[in-house]
Nanobody
Framework: QVQLVESGGGLVQAGGSLRLSCAASGRTFSRYAMGWFRQAPGKEREFVAAITWSGGGKYYGDSVKGRFTISRDNAKNAVYLQMNMLKPEDTAVYYC????????????????WGQGTQVTVSS
């Protein structure tokens, strides 16, 4: 089993920045790809970003490319999402997720999820 705990959400004005963190425990973190997803009220869950187990590969949803950056620190069992140039449409609950298999390649199957952190962007 793996436990994921997100933090760093909050209220920010449009154009501002936030950095989300996800702390992982219970597994060999460095062997697993990680991802961020979000879900706004009344909308389906949306892929935001993913990072390979090594950190050498990064993938982004079209709506966040050029504004968000995913990173990881395997020594700290943590993954981050730096969000810049935030827009009101970025308002959502953001979830951290872990792939279910060692050294997986895309497409990923995220089997473990955190409880989410709210991000609200005011106009």
């Amino acid at each position: 089993q793996v436990q994921l705990v997100e933090s760093g959400g909050g209220l920010v004005q449009a154009g501002g920045s936030l950095r989300l963190s996800c702390a992982a425990s219970g597994r060999t973190f460095s062997r697993y790809a990680m991802g961020w997803f979000r879900q706004a009220p009344g909308k389906e869950r949306e892929f935001v970003a993913a990072i390979t187990w090594s950190g050498g590969g990064k993938y982004y949803g079209d709506s966040v490319k050029g504004r968000f950056t995913i990173s990881r620190d395997n020594a700290k069992n943590a993954v981050y999402l730096q969000m810049n140039m935030l827009k009101p449409e970025d308002t959502a609950v953001y979830y951290c997720a872990a792939e279910g298999h060692y050294y997986a390649s895309p497409p990923y199957e995220f089997d473990y999820w955190g409880q989410g952190t709210q991000v609200t962007v005011s106009s």
